[in-house]
């Protein structure tokens, strides 16, 4: 079975341009979420989907951060526009039923704001 | 929102050590699981143990609810055991939103 997965790996971009995050979530998974992990504040859940819907987007930084689900098996995470503060590495995790249940990490895209 | 303490912060290992892994927390939970992050930062799913004893291979947890604390073990350490490991936490109807801890960073060494 594939695992999350995340594209791109890697990013850098330009202080001011978007950015586009994708992820696949493990088929058959209803729960979806984008965390971001600092070295200043660890791990961070950004939003958390159910059944495509979101949830819960309460720890989303502000206004430049948006996220889709526009199906089952697709999300993004768009930063528009990008501040070198955003640099991070960007989680997309799922799990089946959400709450309370294993959650799988796809290997992460790390972005570099300059 | 609920406190996640692990300790101890990092630690040293030679290959084929014990060692005990501790997760305290500030509430009572209902969702607890245990990460292991790797050199590469792939984080991976170890154990989801809101309560109880598990094991799996050399790694075994244990979650003692009523006093808030959560262990892990790592028995015969090897070198590829070597990363942070977080403990994650969450309770109440916002059972998802785990909050996790600062992890502890584990070396292996040959």
């Known amino acids: 079975d594939a695992g999350v997965i995340q594209s791109p790996r890697h990013e850098v971009t330009e202080m001011g341009q978007e950015v586009t995050l994708r992820c696949k979530p493990i088929?058959?998974?209803?729960?979806l979420f984008w965390y971001r992990q600092t070295m200043m504040r660890g791990l961070e859940l950004l939003i958390y989907f159910n059944n495509n819907v979101p949830i819960d987007d309460s720890g989303m930084p502000e206004d430049r951060f948006s996220a889709k689900m526009p199906n089952a098996s697709f999300s993004t995470l768009k930063i528009q526009p990008s501040e070198p503060r955003d640099s991070a590495v960007y989680f997309c995790?799922?799990?089946?039923?959400?709450?309370?249940?294993?959650?799988?990490f796809g290997e992460g895209s790390w972005l570099t704001v300059v | 929102g609920i406190q996640v303490e692990q300790s101890p912060p990092d630690l040293i290992l030679q290959e084929g050590a014990n060692s005990t892994l501790r997760c305290n927390f500030s509430d009572s939970v209902n969702n607890l699981q245990w990460f292991h992050q790797n050199p590469w930062g792939q984080l991976i799913n170890l154990f989801y143990?809101?309560?109880g004893t598990k094991q799996n291979g050399r790694l075994s947890a244990t979650t003692v609810a009523t006093e808030r604390y959560s262990l892990l073990y790592i028995s015969s350490s090897q070198t590829t055991d070597s990363g942070v490991y977080f403990c994650?936490?969450?309770?109440?109807?916002?059972?998802?939103?785990?909050?996790f801890g600062k992890g502890t960073l584990l070396t292996v060494n040959p």
């Open positions: 143990i809101p309560s």
């Open positions: 088929s058959g998974h209803n729960s």
């Open positions: 994650a936490v969450a309770s109440g109807g916002s059972n998802y939103k785990l909050t």
């Open positions: 995790a799922s799990s089946f039923g959400g709450r309370g249940n294993t959650i799988y």
